[in-house]
């Protein structure tokens, strides 16, 4: 299993600007994933994000509005840029601790409430 | 690609009834299939997977689902509903390997389950 922490919590922000979420896991994994969840809606996957590698997108999201870091093997970055009303979301980390060798389960972090004004 | 349906976006059960939330597939390839849970303001639970192996998995908290691949379903059930179960839960796919989307989970659109006493 592996422990995941996200900074901020909960936020608040103004239209417009920027929010940098960081993601913390308790050991190391290859495979980092980013997610979003909106108001009563499900999760939707953002992109993985491998360390060494550069992030890779899903359909509708790209990296100008999502930039994401991958510095190490424990932490992972996503920042919303730009935000508007719209961005008003949970966002949540994943990680598949075993990799590709051995894929199993994802284990998810707390999440980030972001509203957006 | 693959899809996940979950029937009934809410399911109300008294406490000590049996509780049936169902899931329905869509894959190219053999699937993972996944069931997790969410309590309020809180991140994602693992409660139980199939990969491969046998098809009655059970998990945590009493738990238990059944792949059908003739159905391409994966329902979860639990012979007896607690106050403590009340919660969002959400049926998730993944490619297993050799698929082109190797561990990406896609997610259903979440049923939330009442419990009455």
């Known amino acids: 299993s592996a422990v995941i922490s996200q900074k901020p919590s909960r936020d608040i922000c103004q239209r417009g600007t920027s929010l940098t979420i960081q993601c913390q896991v308790d050991?190391?994994?290859?495979?980092m994933f980013w997610y979003r969840q909106q108001p009563g809606q499900s999760l939707t996957l953002i992109a993985t994000?491998?360390?060494?590698?550069?992030?890779?997108?899903e359909s509708g999201f790209v990296i100008d509005k999502f930039p994401i870091s991958r510095p190490n093997l424990t932490f992972s970055t996503l920042t919303v840029s730009n935000m508007s009303p719209e961005d008003s979301s949970i966002y949540l980390c994943?990680?598949?601790?075993?990799?590709?060798?051995?894929?199993?389960?994802?284990?998810f972090g707390p999440g980030t409430r972001l509203t957006v004004l | 690609a693959q899809s996940v349906t979950q029937l009934g976006s809410h399911v109300s059960v008294s406490e000590g009834a049996l509780v049936l939330l169902r899931c329905n597939y869509s894959?190219?390839?053999?699937?993972?299939l996944f069931w997790y849970v969410q309590y309020p303001n809180q991140g994602l639970q693992l409660l139980l997977k199939?990969?491969?192996?046998?098809?009655l998995v059970k998990g945590i908290n009493g738990f238990e689902a059944e792949f059908k691949k003739s159905e391409t379903s994966f329902h979860l059930t639990k012979p007896s509903a607690h106050m403590s179960d009340a919660a969002e839960y959400f049926c998730?796919?993944?490619?297993?390997?050799?698929?082109?989307?190797?561990?990406?989970?896609?997610f259903g659109q979440g049923t939330i389950l009442t419990v009455h006493p």
């Open positions: 994943s990680v598949e601790p075993r990799g590709l060798a051995a894929y199993n389960e994802q284990f």
């Open positions: 050991s190391q994994v290859t495979m």
């Open positions: 994000a491998n360390q060494g590698s550069e992030a890779t997108y």
């Open positions: 894959s190219s390839v053999p699937p993972y």
């Open positions: 199939y990969t491969t192996g046998a098809t």
């Open positions: 998730a796919v993944s490619e297993g390997a050799g698929g082109t989307s190797y561990g990406k989970l896609t």
